[in-house]
C-alpha cells in the first residue's frame, strides 16, 4: 500500500479536487494507495511512512520524499505529464 | 443533484468594474451576504487567506481566480458567486503566490463542509478545462445565459 499526500494552502478545497484525480488513477493503473489529505503545513510532521507528496501549490520541499506539483490536476495543463511522473513514483 | 441554491442568477454579476482583488473579493461577498449564505466574517477571512495562500489560476487562455476560506460557522448555506469583470484585475496565482494571473472570472466558493461537494468542484475544474466553455462564460451576453453555460457544467450527468 502506498501511501500519498495531497495537501493545498488552507481550506482543503483544491486538494480534494487534486486528491480525488490520484485516486482514480491509481485505481486505473491498479496501485492500491491511500491518499491523505491535509494542508501544506501539516505535510513537515506527517511524513512517516509516505511515498509521495502533492500540492497544488509550488513549495520548496525540506524533505527527501518525491514530490510532485499537483496544480495540473486543476487546470488541465501537463496533466498527462504529471500524471506519468507520479506513476514512476509510486509503481514498483 | 446540483441544488438551484448553490448556484443562481442572485449571485452572478457580469461586467463588473474593480481596481483590484480586493474590490472584486467584497463585492462577490455583497451578494453571498445579501442572500443569506454567509456572514460579512468570512468574506473577511477569504481575503485574508488570499493574500498568504492566493487562488489565481491560468488556464490554457484566460485567468481566473477562486477565492475561499475554510468556515468558522460563517457559512450558512453552500453556494459560490461569480463574477465577470469588465477589465481582468490581478490575482496571485495559486501555484506561485510570486506570479500575478490577470484573471477576468472571479468565482467566490463558501463551502460549509468541503467534502460533501466533491461532485460539484470537479465538475467546476472540469469546466476551466474546457476552453470552449470558458469562452462561451466570457462571450455571454446576459446573466441568464451565463448561468446555463455553468449550470450545464456543474449539473450531474
Not at chain 2, 463558501?110 to 478545462?129: D, N, P, Y
Request: charged share 25%.
Amino acid at each position: 500500500m502506498k501511501k500519498i499526500i495531497v495537501a493545498c494552502g488552507g481550506a482543503v478545497a483544491t486538494s480534494t479536487v487534486a486528491a480525488d484525480a490520484i485516486k482514480e488513477l491509481c485505481e486505473k493503473n491498479g496501485i492500491s494507495a491511500e491518499v491523505i489529505q491535509m494542508r501544506i503545513i501539516e505535510i513537515e510532521n506527517n511524513l512517516d511512512g509516505i511515498d509521495l507528496v502533492v500540492t497544488t501549490m509550488k513549495i520548496v520541499p525540506n524533505f527527501d520524499i518525491p514530490y510532485v506539483n499537483g496544480m495540473p490536476f486543476l487546470t488541465g495543463i501537463n496533466k498527462e505529464e504529471t500524471e506519468k511522473r507520479i506513476l514512476s513514483y509510486i509503481k514498483d | 443533484m446540483l441544488k438551484e441554491e448553490f448556484f443562481n442568477e442572485k449571485i452572478i454579476c457580469l461586467d463588473v468594474e474593480a481596481n483590484n482583488n480586493e474590490e472584486v473579493m467584497k463585492k462577490l461577498g455583497q451578494m453571498l451576504i445579501k442572500n443569506k449564505y454567509i456572514d460579512a466574517s468570512y468574506v473577511q477571512s477569504v481575503i485574508l487567506r488570499e493574500k498568504s495562500f492566493p487562488t489565481g489560476l491560468a488556464l490554457a487562455n484566460t485567468g481566473i481566480a477562486i477565492p475561499h476560506a475554510t468556515p468558522e460557522n460563517n457559512v450558512f448555506k453552500n453556494g459560490m458567486a461569480a463574477v465577470r469583470l469588465k477589465t481582468p484585475v490581478q490575482f496571485n496565482s495559486m501555484e506561485d503566490p510570486e506570479k500575478k494571473i490577470d484573471a477576468n472570472l472571479v468565482f467566490m466558493l463558501a463551502l460549509s463542509e468541503v467534502g460533501e461537494h466533491l461532485g460539484i468542484l470537479k465538475r467546476l475544474f472540469t469546466m476551466f478545462q474546457n476552453e470552449e466553455l470558458v469562452k462561451k462564460l466570457q462571450k455571454s451576453n446576459d446573466k441568464e445565459t451565463f448561468f446555463k453555460v455553468l449550470a450545464n457544467s456543474l449539473m450531474d450527468k
